[in-house]
């Protein structure tokens, strides 16, 4: 089953310096059918403006998973970890049992993100941040994992969760055949181009909620670029 949720059918907040579009519930943001996807809880949709952004807050007992589509984000926490992360790469936090952190915007033009959260296996432990470049040449064609806490999934960033985050880019009129994990619910959202999933079309920043398909045929409809994730 895919079920298609459009990108203008997703929740909404422009606070001026950010302009955010929610695939799940989050904030003022609610909607009973859409609260999570299995243990992924939050795919946020954030455009921040130049010399702005999230002043230090803190989050608990959760992965936070953020892969920049367009610009750079910065990232200091109360770990004294400081950096940051450009287009096409992710970083990756697990909370833990808590920390502190700030996200900005230092570059001269608009930052465009994904933000992904995703429920650990266990709460507690001691928080983590890290960050590592992904050559978008090394996911050309193929699914590669960004960050996954399956094992054999390479040099992916850890997360503490029986799940992953992947990323492909594909040309216009290529195929690839996909065969998601069994037992684990997929996300997919191109972050560009569109796409043709088992036969349904997903344009640009489209969500498509997907359970019990054994393989995921996927042809670019354009140039493409997409993020799926894997959970439990």
């Not at 403006?49 to 109360?78: C, K, L, Q, W």
């Not at 033009?109 to 090394?138: C, L, M, V």
């Amino acid at each position: 089953m895919i079920e298609h949720r459009p990108f203008d059918s997703l929740g909404k907040a422009n606070h001026g310096w950010l302009n955010a579009r929610h695939h799940f519930s989050f904030a003022n943001y609610f909607d009973p059918a859409r609260q999570s996807h299995g243990k992924l809880r939050v795919w946020n949709d954030d455009e921040i403006a130049p010399g702005s952004g999230f002043p230090p807050h803190p989050h608990a007992n959760m992965e936070i998973i953020t892969y920049v589509r367009e610009g750079a984000i910065t990232h200091e926490d109360s770990l004294g970890n400081r950096g940051r992360t450009v287009a096409g790469d992710i970083q990756v936090m697990s909370a833990g049992r808590g920390i502190r952190h700030s996200e900005y915007n230092l570059e001269s033009g608009p930052t465009r993100i994904f933000q992904i959260w995703i429920e650990p296996d266990q709460a507690g432990g001691a928080p983590t941040w890290g960050t590592r470049p992904f050559p978008k040449t090394d996911r050309s064609g193929r699914f590669v994992a960004l960050a996954s806490g399956i094992a054999g999934d390479g040099d992916a960033l850890p997360i503490r969760a029986h799940a992953r985050v992947l990323g492909a880019t594909l040309k216009a009129g290529e195929t690839i055949d996909y065969a998601p994990l069994s037992g684990l619910n997929t996300y997919l959202v191109p972050a560009t181009g569109a796409v043709e999933v088992n036969g349904l079309r997903l344009d640009t920043r489209d969500g498509a909620a997907i359970s019990n398909e054994p393989i995921l045929t996927i042809t670019a409809l354009e140039d493409s670029e997409l993020v799926l994730v894997e959970a439990a």
